[in-house]
């Protein structure tokens, strides 16, 4: 069945430092992918999405760009904050409007001023 | 415009008891899922619900039951519960003709089972 792969966390870094946070996918057809992202003591939300080959998800500084020839979609940010500090959740959907959404385990990111 | 309700926000039980879950969607939001997310596995789906029918099952025993009212707040009963059902148990709802790619959570509903 489908399924997401991300990198085990937890990852820390520096004010400042270049984030990359790896996802890879396994599906059949062509799903949409995603990032979610947890803040502490929130609910889950939506970061940024891409729904076909060579998109470009983007939102608050964040990219990931779903590349079908490596079945991967890596989050990644130029210049992290303390206030980006959250669990990143990588996911995939198939089937439409049909289909749920099926998470990655989740990366633990702690950012340290 | 509030947020997902999800109640409560602990519980604490022993095994074999059962155990009702409650989920408020945002206003004008139908469609409902849930998922169960635990250290071990991440999130896990459990089920769908739009306009008070299940949509869509992840793999859970029969034992993970729901159901949606006609205002459309959601309900998850786990009966029998066992050790391994303790989880953060989390809802989600989703605007109709998003086809369900942008997902609103709640805080989720704390389980634990002794």
């Known amino acids: 069945g489908d399924s997401v792969t991300q990198m085990e966390g937890p990852v820390t870094l520096s004010e400042e430092a270049f984030l990359t946070i790896n996802c890879t996918y396994t599906?059949?057809?062509?799903?949409?992918l995603f990032w979610y992202v947890q803040y502490p003591g929130e609910g889950l939300q939506l970061l940024l999405k891409?729904?076909?080959?060579?998109d470009k998800g983007s939102n608050k500084g964040f990219e990931a760009t779903y590349r079908k020839e490596t079945t991967s979609f890596h989050l990644e940010k130029g210049s992290v904050q303390v206030s980006d500090s959250a669990v990143y959740f990588c996911?995939?959907?198939?089937?439409?409007?049909?289909?749920?959404?099926?998470f990655g385990k989740g990366t633990k990111l702690s950012v340290k001023p | 415009k509030a947020g997902v309700t999800q109640t409560p926000r602990y519980l604490i039980k022993t095994r074999g008891q059962q155990v009702t879950l409650s989920c408020s969607p945002i206003?004008?939001?139908?469609?409902v899922s849930w998922y169960q997310q635990t250290p071990g596995q991440g999130l896990q789906f459990l089920f769908e619900?739009?306009?008070?029918?299940?949509?869509n099952k992840g793999n859970f025993p029969g034992r993970f039951s729901g159901r949606q009212f006609s205002n459309s707040r959601s309900e998850m009963n786990v009966s029998t519960l066992e050790l391994g059902d303790s989880a953060l148990y989390l809802c989600?709802?989703?605007?109709?003709?998003?086809?369900?790619?942008?997902?609103?959570f709640g805080s989720g509903t704390q389980l634990s089972v002794l």
């Open positions: 989600a709802s989703s605007l109709p003709g998003t086809g369900g790619e942008k997902l609103f």
């Open positions: 599906a059949t057809g062509y799903p949409s």
């Open positions: 891409a729904t076909k080959a060579d």
């Open positions: 996911a995939l959907k198939n089937g439409g409007s049909q289909g749920n959404l099926i």
């Open positions: 206003s004008g939001h139908r469609s």
């Open positions: 619900y739009f306009s008070e029918t299940q949509r």
